[in-house]
């Protein structure tokens, strides 16, 4: 079984940057799609970033677009969330997920149906 667990959340000020990390305790089977997630006091989760490992895409929501990337790193068996230009409207709950499936296309890499395994989240406050 997949466990995901996140690290790097916390209080930062409008403009500022974060960087999120989930590591992977992966089982026999490669997790080819990776994403973050991200769930505000009463809204839906929406896809944030993902990577689609497989092929090495990557891709991200309109909000995300030109502030956030995305990255991993195989050997640690970890998944990175770099955020800059942070703003209020970024304030959530962060979680990292990983599937087994290869998916391809920001509505379905970043569809949260499609990911079996989930993290316990890590909270993000933008304020000053």
């Known amino acids: 079984q997949v466990q995901l667990v996140e690290s790097g959340g916390g209080l930062v000020e409008p403009g500022g940057s974060l960087t999120l990390s989930c590591t992977v305790s992966?089982?026999?089977?490669?997790?080819?799609?990776k994403a973050w997630f991200r769930q505000a006091p009463g809204k839906e989760r929406e896809g944030v970033a993902c990577?689609?490992?497989?092929?090495?895409?990557?891709y991200y929501s309109d909000s995300a677009e030109g502030r956030f990337s995305i990255s991993e790193d195989r050997t640690k068996k970890m998944v990175h969330l770099e955020m800059t230009r942070l703003r209020p409207e970024d304030t959530a709950v962060y979680y990292c997920?990983?599937?087994?499936?290869?998916?391809?296309?920001?509505?379905?890499?970043?569809?949260?149906?499609?990911?079996?395994?989930w993290g316990k989240g890590t909270q993000v406050t933008v304020s000053s």
């Open positions: 992966e089982s026999d089977v490669w997790q080819s799609s």
């Open positions: 990577i689609n490992s497989r092929a090495g895409r990557t």
């Open positions: 997920a990983a599937d087994q499936r290869s998916w391809f296309g920001v509505y379905v890499c970043l569809g949260p149906r499609n990911y079996d395994s």
